[in-house]
């Protein structure tokens, strides 16, 4: 497996794609995105989480009205195969996400998301990813693309309470989040939870909810002239030095130079 981060800014007009299969996750909400698939001009709605799998597809950008970063993964056959090795009975659903009429609505996907958060970090040099664990992120990933009936009755946090989950998160980012509070939405004990959470996404819960904070006070930044303090503060974060530290792991730069660099 591999993978790389990319920003772009608001942009109209023609930016011709080449054919690839890679998947990518948005980090950032989107409404109107205008793209030409395959000679097809679709119009898309983003939400955080947004994942196109794009399997050897002209994809070109038209429309984007703000910035946007994602990560790009690039999966190996080797990866997939075993896993197809291991369960005879899944099937693959590596199918393009360019697909139907002119306009359609990408879902999240949190599974995706968490790992996209992981490779991110990884990507600006805030943290190193072992072999081992490369691996692990690129089974789990191929794992969340197929389906395999016989989980299905073993494994609690299906893909319905993942995204009950993820709704949850999003709405109350600037509220207090407890572990409690997300185990009682899928009807499962905090301890197991906790266990269930991070063998699904990659990340533990507490994880998982910083890496959205940090996403939202990316937005203010961007997008607000609110001062970092003033973020930091209405995320419910009292300790500033502790979110500049953690957000420099997130994002490779300080929240003070981000918007500068972005305008750049």
Same mark, same amino acid.
């Given at each position: 497996?591999?993978?790389?981060?990319?920003?772009?800014?608001?942009?109209?007009?023609?930016?011709?794609?080449?054919?690839?299969?890679?998947?990518?996750?948005?980090?950032?909400?989107?409404?109107?995105?205008?793209?030409?698939?395959?000679?097809?001009?679709?119009?898309?709605?983003?939400?955080?989480?947004?994942?196109?799998?794009?399997?050897?597809?002209?994809?070109?950008?038209?429309?984007?009205?703000?910035?946007?970063?994602?990560?790009?993964?690039?999966?190996?056959?080797?990866?997939?195969?075993?896993?197809?090795?291991?369960?005879?009975?899944?099937?693959?659903?590596?199918?393009?996400?360019?697909?139907?009429?002119?306009?359609?609505?990408?879902?999240?996907?949190?599974?995706?998301?968490?790992?996209?958060?992981?490779?991110?970090?990884?990507?600006?040099?805030?943290?190193?990813?072992?072999?081992?664990?490369?691996?692990?992120?690129?089974?789990?990933?191929?794992?969340?693309?197929?389906?395999?009936?016989?989980? *299905?009755?073993?494994?609690?946090?299906?893909? @319905?309470? +993942?995204?009950? !989950?993820?709704? $949850?998160?999003?709405? /109350? %980012?600037? *509220?207090?989040?407890?572990?409690?509070?997300? @185990?009682? +939405?899928?009807? !499962?004990?905090? $301890?197991?939870?906790? /266990? %269930?959470?991070?063998?699904?996404?990659?990340?533990?819960?507490?994880?998982?909810?910083?890496?959205?904070?940090?996403?939202?006070?990316?937005?203010?930044?961007?997008?607000?002239?609110?001062?970092?303090?003033?973020?930091?503060?209405?995320?419910?974060?009292?300790?500033?030095?502790?979110?500049?530290?953690?957000?420099?792991?997130?994002?490779?730069?300080?929240?003070?130079?981000?918007?500068?660099?972005?305008?750049?």
């Amino acid at each position: 497996m591999s993978a790389a981060y990319g920003w772009r800014s608001a942009y109209s007009g023609y930016m011709p794609g080449k054919k690839f299969s890679k998947i990518e996750v948005v980090f950032t909400p989107h409404r109107n995105v205008l793209m030409e698939v395959d000679g097809k001009v679709v119009e898309v709605d983003i939400p955080p989480g947004g994942t196109f799998t794009r399997t050897r597809q002209a994809a070109s950008l038209l429309r984007l009205g703000e910035f946007s970063d994602w990560v790009a993964i690039y999966i190996d056959d080797l990866v997939a195969d075993t896993f197809a090795n291991w369960h005879p009975y899944a099937r693959p659903i590596f199918r393009p996400t360019f697909s139907g009429g002119r306009r359609f609505e990408l879902k999240p996907d949190i599974q995706l998301l968490s790992i996209a958060h992981i490779l991110r970090r990884a990507c600006v040099g805030a943290t190193s990813i072992s072999d081992v664990e490369a691996d692990t992120l690129a089974h789990l990933l191929v794992a969340t693309r197929w389906h395999d009936p016989a989980q *299905d009755s073993r494994n609690p946090l299906t893909k @319905a309470k +993942l995204d009950r !989950i993820f709704e $949850f998160v999003e709405a /109350r %980012l600037e *509220d207090q989040i407890l572990l409690s509070d997300l @185990a009682d +939405l899928v009807a !499962i004990s905090p $301890f197991h939870f906790s /266990r %269930l959470f991070k063998l699904a996404t990659g990340l533990a819960p507490y994880q998982y909810v910083l890496a959205r904070r940090l996403e939202r006070a990316k937005n203010l930044l961007l997008t607000t002239t609110l001062s970092v303090r003033e973020i930091a503060w209405s995320l419910g974060v009292d300790n500033v030095n502790h979110f500049r530290r953690k957000f420099i792991e997130q994002f490779g730069v300080r929240p003070s130079a981000l918007r500068p660099q972005v305008r750049r």
